[in-house]
């Protein structure tokens, strides 16, 4: 099964520009699917732009009934740069180009729009929404007390194992992202926002601290 190089924020995509490009030749390699480490070249091309996941549906000239949906760090890995419409289609820049901000755009079921900078808050905890004047709760960095530079991580050996892969042994960037992603009990009032928020304000925090570059180090704990 090929990857599926999703995108978070779909709608910030320019859809104009982002359909611009269909019809663009691509040479897919073999790495691009799970577990295959051939170097052989798919003649490909772009069928259509998905607005909702920000994703390029692509079709495989030997594998016409399969299609393909990509991000665009893949579209500008596997250009085909030596087609001869290559340069009828706009440069290709490493990130996807944004759309209008102030244009109402609609996700999931629901319409989002940005507001004018003078109605902007800073997001001080669900506490201070009713003017309680109550402060988040501060996140206190645990030193470090190893013996290296190498933090250490807390998980067992079941569950080191279930992240390889059960042909090479290996285990993938994606697998120990989605593992180091915060995780809450079901009776727990903590929601990940709160969570996320907290930690930024302690980031803010140390980055205000004139003593931060004395030398003294943080261990993270996940």
């Given at each position: 099964m090929p990857k599926d190089y999703l995108c978070s924020t779909p709608w910030m995509v320019d859809?104009?520009?982002a359909k611009s490009f269909i019809g663009m030749r691509l040479k897919v390699t073999d790495s691009y699917w799970n577990n295959c480490y051939g170097r052989h070249k798919h003649d490909a091309k772009i069928l259509d732009y998905i607005e909702k996941k920000a994703l390029w549906c692509v079709e495989l000239d030997d594998k016409t009934e399969e299609l393909v949906h990509m991000r665009w760090d893949a579209i500008v890995k596997f250009a085909d740069r030596g087609a001869s419409n290559f340069n009828d289609y706009p440069p290709l820049p490493p990130h996807p180009v944004i759309g209008d901000a102030d244009k109402p755009v609609e996700y999931r079921g629901t319409v989002y729009k940005r507001t004018e900078p003078e109605d902007w808050i800073q997001y001080l905890g669900d506490d201070l929404k009713e003017g309680l004047g109550k402060l988040p709760r501060k996140v206190v960095p645990v030193p470090f007390e190893g013996d290296d530079d190498l933090a250490t991580v807390n998980i067992t050996d079941e569950?080191?194992?279930?992240?390889?892969?059960?042909?090479?042994?290996?285990?993938?960037?994606?697998?120990?992202?989605?593992?180091?992603?915060?995780?809450?009990?079901?009776?727990?009032?903590?929601?990940?926002?709160?969570?996320?928020?907290?930690?930024?304000?302690?980031?803010e925090q140390f980055l205000r601290d004139p003593d931060r570059g004395s030398g003294t180090r943080t261990k993270r704990r996940f």
């Open positions: 859809i104009e520009w569950d080191l194992e279930k992240l390889k892969d059960k042909k090479t042994g290996t285990i993938r960037f994606e697998k120990v992202f989605h593992w180091c992603l915060a995780r809450f009990p079901k009776d727990s009032t903590t929601t990940e926002k709160d969570w996320q928020a907290t930690r930024q304000d302690h980031y």
